[in-house]
């Protein structure tokens, strides 16, 4: 059975590991959206900062190494370049609150490479400004 679904007005964000983002060479990997199921955040249930208190000690320990920053987007732009895409696909953000993050929502499509270069390049990205690198 679906989940509720997130607002188109509101924002959500992606956890960006470093192994995803490097600022100084611009390169982005799909893999930030690439995937089923993936897991974003509602910005209108917690801030940025709440969120990268919650997110570090998550998911800093993963294999594409600590969080740097978050993704962020709002959900009827994300549904857009989902139909205009070239291979157009219905997407959806679900609520699925967590008890140690009850902003967390997750796109359930099975996002192609293609269609998350397409929306990675649509991302604002926020720098933990807790980190030095």
Same mark, same amino acid.
């Given at each position: 059975? @679906?989940? @509720?679904? /997130?607002? !188109?007005?509101?924002?959500?964000?992606?956890?960006?590991?470093?192994?995803?983002?490097?600022?100084?060479?611009?390169?982005?990997?799909?893999?930030?959206?690439? +995937?089923?199921? $993936?897991?974003?955040?509602? !910005? #209108?249930?917690? #801030?940025?900062?709440?969120?990268?208190?919650? =997110?570090?000690?998550?998911?800093? #320990?993963?294999?594409? +190494?600590? /969080?740097? +920053?978050?993704?962020?987007?709002?959900?009827?732009? =994300?549904?857009? $370049?989902?139909?205009?895409?070239?291979?157009?696909?219905?997407? #959806?953000?679900?609520?699925?609150?967590?008890?140690?993050?009850?902003?967390?929502?997750?796109?359930?499509?099975?996002?192609?490479? +293609?269609?998350?270069?397409?929306?990675?390049?649509? !991302?604002?990205?926020?720098?933990?400004?807790?980190?030095?690198?």
């Amino acid at each position: 059975m @679906p989940r @509720p679904e /997130v607002s !188109l007005k509101e924002n959500i964000v992606r956890a960006i590991h470093r192994a995803w983002w490097d600022e100084k060479e611009n390169r982005k990997e799909s893999s930030i959206f690439k +995937g089923q199921n $993936i897991s974003v955040s509602r !910005l #209108s249930i917690l #801030s940025i900062d709440e969120l990268f208190k919650i =997110l570090h000690p998550q998911l800093d #320990s993963s294999p594409n +190494g600590i /969080v740097i +920053g978050l993704g962020e987007i709002n959900v009827r732009r =994300l549904k857009e $370049i989902g139909r205009e895409f070239v291979n157009p696909m219905e997407l #959806s953000v679900e609520k699925d609150p967590l008890p140690e993050n009850p902003a967390h929502a997750e796109i359930p499509q099975k996002i192609t490479r +293609g269609l998350a270069k397409a929306i990675i390049k649509e !991302l604002d990205f926020h720098k933990d400004k807790n980190l030095d690198f």
